[in-house]
């Protein structure tokens, strides 16, 4: 059975910073893609930033680049959303995901499969 689990969520003031990590390890596939995607309440999810193990290459949501780093440890069993410069309106429940991609990019939640609880971010500012 495939569990993601995320950490680090909380609550911070605006331009601060925040690191998110998610558990993947029960994942087992070789080369997969690796998400975060965040949620508003009473909207669906967006894709904030995608990487594929296979290769390390990197997507990102047009309103987080240049903020945020999606990255993962050697063994990709951990994945990571180094969040800077964070802004009230990031504010959301962030979820990891897991799944092997799809016609639609990595961003698209039709790219995965697996996905965890989600983690609160809040900015105030």
């Known amino acids: 059975q495939v569990l993601l689990a995320e950490s680090g969520g909380g609550s911070v003031q605006a331009g601060e910073s925040l690191s998110l990590s998610c558990d993947v390890s029960?994942?087992?596939?070789?080369?997969?893609?690796l998400g975060w995607f965040r949620q508003y309440p009473g909207k669906e999810r967006e894709g904030v930033a995608a990487?594929?193990?296979?290769?390390?290459?990197?997507t990102y949501h047009d309103s987080v680049k240049g903020r945020f780093t999606i990255s993962t440890d050697s063994n990709a069993h951990t994945v990571y959303l180094q969040m800077n410069s964070l802004q009230s309106d990031d504010t959301a429940m962030y979820i990891c995901?897991?799944?092997?991609?799809?016609?639609?990019?990595?961003?698209?939640?039709?790219?995965?499969?697996?996905w965890g609880r989600g983690t609160q971010v809040s900015v105030s500012s």
């Open positions: 995901a897991g799944g092997p991609g799809s016609w639609y990019g990595p961003l698209s939640q039709r790219a995965y499969n697996y």
């Open positions: 029960s994942y087992s596939a070789s080369r997969k893609y």
């Open positions: 990487i594929y193990t296979g290769s390390g290459s990197t």
